[in-house]
Each structure stands twice: as C-alpha cells, then as structure tokens.
C-alpha cells in the first residue's frame, strides 16, 4: 500500500473526499495528487491524467489503473495540454505558495474549467494531529508539517489569482472542506 494511505482510517477519507467532487467534475481531468488513482475510476482513461510526487504512489497507480496516463511532474505534460477539470484532494496543505500554484495551474485549465479543491479544516489541526499519533492517519511527521488553511483563506487565495468561487462547504462533519472555482473571465 502507499504511503499516503498508511493511516487507518486514510482510504476512507479519500473515498469521502472522491464522493465530494464528483459531481463537479467534467470533461478532461487533471489530478493533481492523485496519490494511488483512485479518482480515475469515475473518468474515462483518455480524459484523465493522475500527477503526484511520491514515486511510491504512482507506481501503485499505474499497477491498478494501467490505462490511465500518471506522471510524477506537470513539465511531463507540455505546454499546450488543457484541460476542464483539475481536482486538488488533500492537496494545498502542502504547497507553501498557494497563489503562485493556482495561477499557474490556470494556465492548464480550459477558459470555462473549474479548480477543485478539497483540504482538511483548519479548525481540526489538533485532532488531526492525535489520529495521527494514533496510526489512524497518514504518519505523524507529515500530520505535523502541513499548513492547512482555512475555507476563508482558500477562497481569498483563488480570489487573488484570478478565480471565482462557484461552491465551498464543510463535509465529512466539518472535518474537510470543499471548494470549487472558475477562471473568472470579468
């Protein structure tokens, strides 16, 4: 199994965070994060590409998903790829530049693509942190070097790089938080 998902109850938050953005999810997908693929179960393999960082992940991904295109970097996409849809699972925790990344990622987004974000609520850092130290998430030293913004902090961000907020909620009993934005063409 990966790493990300070393945690007890980790697979079943990445399913919940899955069922969260189903729905907003169209066309031609980037996931950024996509950790072991799980995403591309609901996307038809030519209209997917899965990114993540953790070698580990994607050779995970690759073995379960093997007609779906994973890559360990967005440079391997090229310039001129466009795409609907880019979903953010648990992702923006651990990028320090929040802005810097969404307005590149608008580079890759279609003019009427959506950004898709889900993150674990600011307001559950110290829980977050014990469950960790339980074993029932992903291990401690990852737990403890995240930044997790708040939904307000998230909007202001993508506000900042040029995005409209089209939805944002709470889910999971406010445990995560979903938001989900457009370029904003104006």
Known sequence: MTSHLSGILSKFLRAKRIKAVKSFIYGDVLDLGCNSGDLSEFI????????DLDDQALAFAKNKYPQYEFFNNLNC????????????????????????????LRTYLRSNGILI???????????RSLLANLGLLANKERAQRI?????????????EAGF??????????GMN???VAEINND
């Open 117 to 127: 974000i889900t993150t674990p609520n600011s307001k559950m850092r110290y829980l």
């Open 164 to 173: 409209r907020i089209m939805h944002s909620k709470s889910f999971l009993f």
């Open 77 to 104: 996409l090229g310039n001129d790829i466009k795409f609907d849809s880019i979903a953010m699972l648990a992702v923006i925790e651990y990028i320090k530049d929040r802005v810097f990344e969404y307005r590149k």
């Open 44 to 51: 038809m393999a030519q209209s997917y590409v899965g990114i």
């Open 177 to 179: 938080q979903l938001v």
């Open 147 to 159: 930044n997790l913004p708040s939904i307000e902090e998230i909007k202001n961000d993508l506000n």
